[in-house]
Protein backbone atom coordinates (compact mmCIF):
# COMPACT_ATOMS: atom_id res chain seq x y z
CA UNK A 1 0.00 0.00 0.00
CA UNK A 2 1.17 3.30 -1.41
CA UNK A 3 1.85 5.96 1.63
CA UNK A 4 -0.85 8.94 1.62
CA UNK A 5 -0.52 12.01 3.09
CA UNK A 6 -4.24 13.06 4.16
CA UNK A 7 -5.77 16.43 4.32
CA UNK A 8 -9.08 17.07 6.15
CA UNK A 9 -12.43 17.37 4.59
CA UNK A 10 -14.67 20.15 4.71
CA UNK A 11 -17.25 20.51 7.47
CA UNK A 12 -20.76 19.45 7.22
CA UNK A 13 -22.06 22.99 7.35
CA UNK A 14 -19.45 23.95 4.45
CA UNK A 15 -20.79 21.28 2.16
CA UNK A 16 -24.56 21.91 3.28
CA UNK A 17 -23.85 25.77 2.16
CA UNK A 18 -22.62 24.69 -1.27
CA UNK A 19 -24.83 22.15 -2.18
CA UNK A 20 -27.55 24.80 -1.12
CA UNK A 21 -26.32 27.48 -3.20
CA UNK A 22 -23.92 25.94 -5.97
CA UNK A 23 -25.31 23.96 -7.84
CA UNK A 24 -25.84 24.31 -12.09
CA UNK A 25 -27.36 23.19 -14.49
CA UNK A 26 -25.66 21.44 -17.54
CA UNK A 27 -25.66 23.61 -20.33
CA UNK A 28 -22.40 24.35 -20.93
CA UNK A 29 -22.50 28.21 -21.20
CA UNK A 30 -20.69 28.83 -17.90
CA UNK A 31 -22.62 32.31 -17.62
CA UNK A 32 -22.88 32.45 -14.10
CA UNK A 33 -19.61 31.03 -13.69
CA UNK A 34 -17.90 34.14 -12.06
CA UNK A 35 -20.83 34.00 -9.08
CA UNK A 36 -20.90 30.59 -8.53
CA UNK A 37 -16.97 30.42 -8.17
CA UNK A 38 -17.43 33.27 -5.72
CA UNK A 39 -19.77 31.55 -3.57
CA UNK A 40 -17.75 28.56 -3.59
CA UNK A 41 -14.51 30.50 -2.42
CA UNK A 42 -16.35 32.32 0.36
CA UNK A 43 -17.56 29.50 1.78
CA UNK A 44 -14.59 27.24 1.44
CA UNK A 45 -13.00 30.73 3.19
CA UNK A 46 -14.94 30.70 5.85
CA UNK A 47 -15.76 26.74 6.61
CA UNK A 48 -12.64 25.08 5.67
CA UNK A 49 -9.67 27.54 7.23
CA UNK A 50 -7.44 24.48 7.34
CA UNK A 51 -7.67 23.41 3.92
CA UNK A 52 -7.56 26.63 3.13
CA UNK A 53 -3.77 26.86 4.27
CA UNK A 54 -3.07 23.75 2.79
CA UNK A 55 -4.01 24.82 -0.48
CA UNK A 56 -2.23 27.51 -0.45
CA UNK A 57 1.02 25.34 0.40
CA UNK A 58 0.47 22.77 -2.06
CA UNK A 59 -0.13 25.56 -4.88
CA UNK A 60 3.05 26.88 -4.00
CA UNK A 61 4.78 24.00 -4.59
CA UNK A 62 3.47 23.36 -8.08
CA UNK A 63 6.17 25.81 -9.79
CA UNK A 64 8.50 23.41 -9.99
CA UNK A 65 8.67 20.08 -12.00
CA UNK A 66 9.98 17.45 -9.56
CA UNK A 67 9.19 13.57 -10.21
CA UNK A 68 6.93 12.12 -7.95
CA UNK A 69 5.10 8.81 -7.35
CA UNK A 70 4.49 6.66 -10.63
CA UNK A 71 1.11 5.55 -11.43
CA UNK A 72 2.16 3.44 -14.08
CA UNK A 73 0.27 -0.21 -14.06
CA UNK A 74 -2.69 1.80 -12.01
CA UNK A 75 -5.80 -0.16 -13.41
CA UNK A 76 -9.29 2.13 -13.35
CA UNK A 77 -12.92 1.51 -14.82
CA UNK A 78 -13.81 4.11 -17.44
CA UNK A 79 -17.60 5.68 -17.40
CA UNK A 80 -18.84 2.76 -20.00
CA UNK A 81 -17.82 0.12 -17.47
CA UNK A 82 -14.64 -0.84 -20.04
CA UNK A 83 -11.29 -1.61 -18.01
CA UNK A 84 -8.31 0.94 -18.59
CA UNK A 85 -4.37 1.06 -17.07
CA UNK A 86 -2.81 4.67 -16.84
CA UNK A 87 0.10 2.65 -18.82
CA UNK A 88 -2.53 3.05 -22.02
CA UNK A 89 -1.32 7.25 -21.31
CA UNK A 90 2.16 6.37 -21.69
CA UNK A 91 4.26 9.22 -23.31
CA UNK A 92 1.42 11.63 -22.95
CA UNK A 93 1.05 14.29 -20.02
CA UNK A 94 -2.34 13.90 -18.62
CA UNK A 95 -4.01 16.21 -16.57
CA UNK A 96 -6.28 14.43 -13.95
CA UNK A 97 -8.98 15.90 -11.96
CA UNK A 98 -12.04 14.87 -10.27
CA UNK A 99 -15.39 16.56 -10.99
CA UNK A 100 -18.51 16.80 -9.87
CA UNK A 101 -21.91 18.26 -11.49
CA UNK A 102 -23.66 19.89 -8.58
CA UNK A 103 -20.40 21.97 -7.29
CA UNK A 104 -20.04 25.70 -7.27
CA UNK A 105 -16.55 24.83 -9.74
CA UNK A 106 -18.44 23.04 -11.53
CA UNK A 107 -18.14 25.30 -14.78
CA UNK A 108 -14.57 24.07 -14.75
CA UNK A 109 -15.76 20.90 -16.81
CA UNK A 110 -16.26 23.13 -19.48
CA UNK A 111 -12.65 25.05 -19.03
CA UNK A 112 -10.96 21.59 -18.95
CA UNK A 113 -12.59 21.06 -22.16
CA UNK A 114 -10.84 24.81 -23.21
CA UNK A 115 -7.76 23.12 -22.11
CA UNK A 116 -7.60 20.34 -23.97
CA UNK A 117 -8.94 22.44 -26.89
CA UNK A 118 -5.59 24.35 -26.38
CA UNK A 119 -3.46 21.44 -26.57
CA UNK A 120 -5.23 19.72 -29.36
CA UNK A 121 -2.30 17.56 -31.70
CA UNK A 122 0.09 17.21 -28.45
CA UNK A 123 0.34 14.19 -26.51
CA UNK A 124 -1.94 15.68 -23.46
CA UNK A 125 -5.15 14.63 -22.35
CA UNK A 126 -7.78 16.00 -19.41
CA UNK A 127 -8.70 12.64 -17.85
CA UNK A 128 -12.26 13.34 -15.79
CA UNK A 129 -13.08 11.51 -12.29
CA UNK A 130 -16.41 12.23 -11.62
CA UNK A 131 -16.74 11.72 -7.64
CA UNK A 132 -19.08 11.68 -4.35
CA UNK A 133 -16.27 12.27 -2.00
CA UNK A 134 -17.61 15.88 -1.20
CA UNK A 135 -21.28 15.00 -1.78
CA UNK A 136 -21.81 16.53 -4.72
CA UNK A 137 -22.00 14.20 -7.27
CA UNK A 138 -25.06 12.56 -7.34
CA UNK A 139 -25.00 11.02 -10.95
CA UNK A 140 -23.75 7.27 -11.67
CA UNK A 141 -20.81 6.60 -14.18
CA UNK A 142 -22.58 7.04 -17.51
CA UNK A 143 -25.04 9.79 -16.22
CA UNK A 144 -21.67 11.72 -14.66
CA UNK A 145 -20.20 12.05 -18.39
CA UNK A 146 -23.42 12.34 -20.13
CA UNK A 147 -23.02 15.99 -17.97
CA UNK A 148 -19.88 16.23 -18.99
CA UNK A 149 -20.54 15.58 -22.67
CA UNK A 150 -23.86 18.27 -22.43
CA UNK A 151 -20.98 20.83 -21.29
CA UNK A 152 -18.77 19.88 -24.05
CA UNK A 153 -16.11 18.02 -22.59
CA UNK A 154 -14.31 15.54 -25.31
CA UNK A 155 -12.03 14.32 -22.92
CA UNK A 156 -12.28 10.86 -21.46
CA UNK A 157 -14.32 10.44 -18.19
CA UNK A 158 -14.00 7.55 -15.93
CA UNK A 159 -16.13 5.54 -13.68
CA UNK A 160 -17.48 7.51 -10.38
CA UNK A 161 -14.78 6.93 -7.54
CA UNK A 162 -13.82 8.06 -4.01
CA UNK A 163 -10.70 10.52 -4.28
CA UNK A 164 -9.67 10.85 -0.44
CA UNK A 165 -9.48 8.63 2.93
CA UNK A 166 -9.19 5.12 3.24
CA UNK A 167 -11.41 4.55 0.53
CA UNK A 168 -9.92 6.20 -2.00
CA UNK A 169 -9.23 4.28 -4.89
CA UNK A 170 -5.65 3.89 -6.03
CA UNK A 171 -4.82 5.73 -8.34
CA UNK A 172 -5.61 8.89 -6.19
CA UNK A 173 -4.16 7.40 -3.27
CA UNK A 174 -0.94 7.10 -5.23
CA UNK A 175 -1.40 10.89 -6.87
CA UNK A 176 -1.97 11.93 -3.48
CA UNK A 177 1.66 11.37 -2.28
CA UNK A 178 2.41 14.46 -4.46
CA UNK A 179 1.10 16.99 -2.40
CA UNK A 180 -2.03 15.86 -0.52
CA UNK A 181 -4.78 14.35 -1.45
CA UNK A 182 -8.10 16.31 -3.13
CA UNK A 183 -9.29 18.80 -0.52
CA UNK A 184 -12.31 19.52 -2.76
CA UNK A 185 -14.16 18.74 -6.23
CA UNK A 186 -11.32 19.69 -9.58
CA UNK A 187 -8.46 19.15 -7.38
CA UNK A 188 -6.00 18.83 -10.17
CA UNK A 189 -2.50 16.39 -10.88
CA UNK A 190 -0.50 16.31 -13.65
CA UNK A 191 1.11 13.32 -14.69
CA UNK A 192 3.98 13.36 -17.11
CA UNK A 193 5.06 11.49 -20.13
CA UNK A 194 6.41 8.90 -18.46
CA UNK A 195 3.71 8.23 -15.71
CA UNK A 196 5.28 10.47 -12.76
CA UNK A 197 2.93 12.73 -10.22
CA UNK A 198 4.74 15.98 -10.90
CA UNK A 199 2.41 18.71 -10.04
CA UNK A 200 -0.82 19.58 -8.03
CA UNK A 201 -3.08 22.40 -8.46
CA UNK A 202 -5.81 23.26 -5.65
CA UNK A 203 -9.80 23.57 -6.78
CA UNK A 204 -9.82 27.34 -6.99
CA UNK A 205 -6.87 27.03 -9.53
CA UNK A 206 -8.86 27.08 -13.50
CA UNK A 207 -8.09 24.84 -15.94
CA UNK A 208 -7.07 27.73 -18.30
CA UNK A 209 -4.56 29.21 -15.85
CA UNK A 210 -1.45 30.19 -17.02
CA UNK A 211 -0.31 27.74 -14.34
CA UNK A 212 -1.43 24.89 -15.56
CA UNK A 213 -0.19 25.46 -19.28
CA UNK A 214 3.25 26.55 -17.83
CA UNK A 215 3.23 23.19 -16.25
CA UNK A 216 1.68 21.36 -18.89
CA UNK A 217 4.27 22.58 -21.54
CA UNK A 218 7.37 21.95 -18.97
CA UNK A 219 5.87 18.38 -19.25
CA UNK A 220 5.77 17.84 -22.44
CA UNK A 221 8.97 19.07 -23.14
CA UNK A 222 10.46 16.48 -20.45
Not at 41 to 63: I, K, L, N
Not at 133 to 141: V, W
Not at 176 to 201: C, H, I, M
Request: net charge negative; hydrophobic share 35%; charged share 20%.
Amino acid sequence: MTRRTLTRAGTAIGLGLLIGIAGCSGDGNGHDDDSMRSTSQQSATHDRPDQERADQEQTAMTGTQQSGPSVRGVRFEMADGSLATMDEFQGRVVLVVNTASRCGLTPQVGQLETLQQANAGKPFTVLAFPSASFNQEPLASAEAASFCADMGATYPVAAKVDVKGESAHPLFATLSEQGGEPTWNFTKYLVDKDGNVVARFDPRTEPTSAEIQSAIDAALRG
